[in-house]
């Protein structure tokens, strides 16, 4: 089946298609399909946002899509960024290292012990045919004081997962495809695959 992942992120292309590949989707970039469309993230929850580009995406080009809407939830701001995650700071000139260095800015009055933070990532499928499967996961960490390791992207360099005893930036692929937000909504979407028999079972 052909899916269309509603995104222009090609890293999250490839960190989704190496666990999609046993649903037995083609998955492919909107752009692929020359879809350039800018959807309005009004959502008020990671739940909303996700449907709303599935929604805009399934719709531009008439196949099935599937969206993330993803972010970080620091506890110490109450949950922010949160679904601003991407926008954090609201300034354009900010790329992903700037948001970062914004976050720790606002973070370093924090003190140890009272940084935790959580990575919340929510999918959502959804087909012409009206039919709707989303599942959400998270991975719970605290903020580093700086940024540490290479892969990954986003906030990854600062987000320390203590079971692992390293960022999600120092992980390999294989390691943060086993423990991340996006791998965890994944793995709960697709037994909800199965259960609507979109999956082999």
Do not use: W
């Not at 899916?3 to 298609?17: C, M, P, Q």
């Not at 350039?36 to 009004?42: H, L, M, Y």
Request: with cysteine.
């Amino acid at each position: 089946m052909k899916v269309v992942l509603a995104s222009k992120n090609a890293h999250k292309l490839v960190e989704i298609r190496q666990i999609t590949d046993k649903f037995g989707f083609e998955l492919i970039l909107q752009s692929e399909l020359g879809v350039d469309i800018d959807v309005e993230e009004n959502g008020s929850t990671f739940e909303e946002n996700s449907f709303i580009k599935a929604d805009a995406v399934m719709k531009a080009t008439g196949l099935p899509a599937i969206a993330d809407d993803s972010g970080i939830c620091v506890d110490a701001l109450n949950g922010e960024p949160g679904i601003y995650s991407a926008r954090y700071g609201f300034d354009d000139t900010l790329d992903d290292r700037g948001r970062l260095h914004l976050l720790l800015k606002n973070t370093e009055n924090v003190p140890d012990g009272q940084r935790q933070a959580q990575f919340v990532c929510v999918i959502t499928f959804l087909t012409p045919d009206g039919d709707c499967v989303q599942a959400r996961g998270e991975i719970h960490g605290e903020l580093t004081r700086e940024p540490y390791g290479e892969n990954g992207f986003g906030y990854d360099p600062i987000f320390y997962y203590p079971p692992m005893g390293k960022t999600t930036a120092e992980m390999t692929a294989e390691e943060k495809n086993q423990v991340s937000h996006r791998a965890n909504a994944l793995n709960l979407f697709y037994k909800k695959l199965k259960e609507a028999n979109y999956a082999d079972k």
